[in-house]
């Protein structure tokens, strides 16, 4: 589905990532590892188009989306959730939503029948719908952040750290969220520090380190690695 081919990504003289390969397939879901300042996200804003790559192509399902920008690449089916939330503090849950539909906007019927599901997915954020988004606990907007991506309709989430800054039980539950979108079929790329959670709803992992890939495998090979000595502690 996804395909990365030697991307490279630099800020001046910075070479965050140094040329990686990966792909991800139909409904899987990738966790990328690696300590703070590996490039994990560098890789993602790459693929969503927000940071430009030095070098390295993207392909989604056979389309080639190298250098594209970041409305042709959501336009494609890529939707991204990053570090930040950035969910609109003085907008309603509901208005932070409809703003997640814009590729759709001529399908208001289409889009009620999403925000229903989102609703009914999300409870929180239904009895919150009419709520500034920026009264909303953490975990709740980090809720308003997936389901505002959700509503672009994508094949592919890239979500960068959803658990950080939530409390375990919170976190748990975003967990358990991840991993039900992945059992309908989205393809997903995680970026997660919470490594252990990560690897158990994960199917596949990535560990990065000063910009390259020093191990992959299906998440319970990698789960065997002593990765917090060699690859997750301070570089
Ligand atoms: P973190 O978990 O801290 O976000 P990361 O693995 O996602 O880490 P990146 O944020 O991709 O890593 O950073 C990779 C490298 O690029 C680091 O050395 C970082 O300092 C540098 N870097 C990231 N963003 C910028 C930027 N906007 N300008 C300059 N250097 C940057």
């Given at each position: 589905m996804l395909e990365v081919q030697g991307l490279q990504v630099s800020y001046g003289a910075v070479k965050?990532?140094?040329g990686i390969h990966f792909h991800l397939k139909a409904g899987e879901l990738l966790c990328l590892l690696g300590a703070n300042g590996a490039g994990k996200s560098s890789t993602l804003k790459a693929i969503a188009g927000v940071q430009k790559a030095s070098n390295g192509s993207l392909w989604l399902d056979g389309q080639d989306l190298s250098g594209a920008r970041p409305e042709q690449i959501a336009r494609a089916g890529i939707a991204v959730v990053p570090?930040?939330?950035?969910?609109?503090?003085?907008?309603?849950v509901l208005e932070n939503l409809q703003l997640g539909a814009w590729l759709h906007r001529r399908d208001t019927a289409g889009n009620k029948v999403r925000l229903e599901e989102l609703y009914a997915r999300f409870p929180p954020l239904a009895q919150r719908?009419?709520?500034?988004?920026?009264?909303?606990s953490g975990g709740e907007q980090q809720m308003l952040s997936i389901a505002r991506a959700l509503m672009s309709r994508p094949r592919l989430l890239l979500l960068d750290e959803?658990?950080?800054?939530?409390?375990p039980a919170i976190s748990q539950q975003i967990f358990a969220l991840i991993a039900q979108l992945k059992s309908q079929g989205l393809g997903i790329l995680l970026i997660e520090q919470n490594v252990q959670q990560a690897l158990q709803i994960a199917d596949r992992a990535l560990v990065m380190r000063l910009g390259q890939i020093v191990l992959q495998g299906t998440a319970a090979e990698v789960a065997q690695q002593n990765l917090s000595a060699q690859y997750l502690g301070e570089q």
């Amino acid at each position: 589905m996804l395909e990365v081919q030697g991307l490279q990504v630099s800020y001046g003289a910075v070479k965050a990532v140094r040329g990686i390969h990966f792909h991800l397939k139909a409904g899987e879901l990738l966790c990328l590892l690696g300590a703070n300042g590996a490039g994990k996200s560098s890789t993602l804003k790459a693929i969503a188009g927000v940071q430009k790559a030095s070098n390295g192509s993207l392909w989604l399902d056979g389309q080639d989306l190298s250098g594209a920008r970041p409305e042709q690449i959501a336009r494609a089916g890529i939707a991204v959730v990053p570090e930040t939330r950035d969910v609109f503090p003085d907008m309603s849950v509901l208005e932070n939503l409809q703003l997640g539909a814009w590729l759709h906007r001529r399908d208001t019927a289409g889009n009620k029948v999403r925000l229903e599901e989102l609703y009914a997915r999300f409870p929180p954020l239904a009895q919150r719908r009419h709520q500034a988004a920026g009264t909303l606990s953490g975990g709740e907007q980090q809720m308003l952040s997936i389901a505002r991506a959700l509503m672009s309709r994508p094949r592919l989430l890239l979500l960068d750290e959803p658990s950080l800054g939530l409390a375990p039980a919170i976190s748990q539950q975003i967990f358990a969220l991840i991993a039900q979108l992945k059992s309908q079929g989205l393809g997903i790329l995680l970026i997660e520090q919470n490594v252990q959670q990560a690897l158990q709803i994960a199917d596949r992992a990535l560990v990065m380190r000063l910009g390259q890939i020093v191990l992959q495998g299906t998440a319970a090979e990698v789960a065997q690695q002593n990765l917090s000595a060699q690859y997750l502690g301070e570089q």
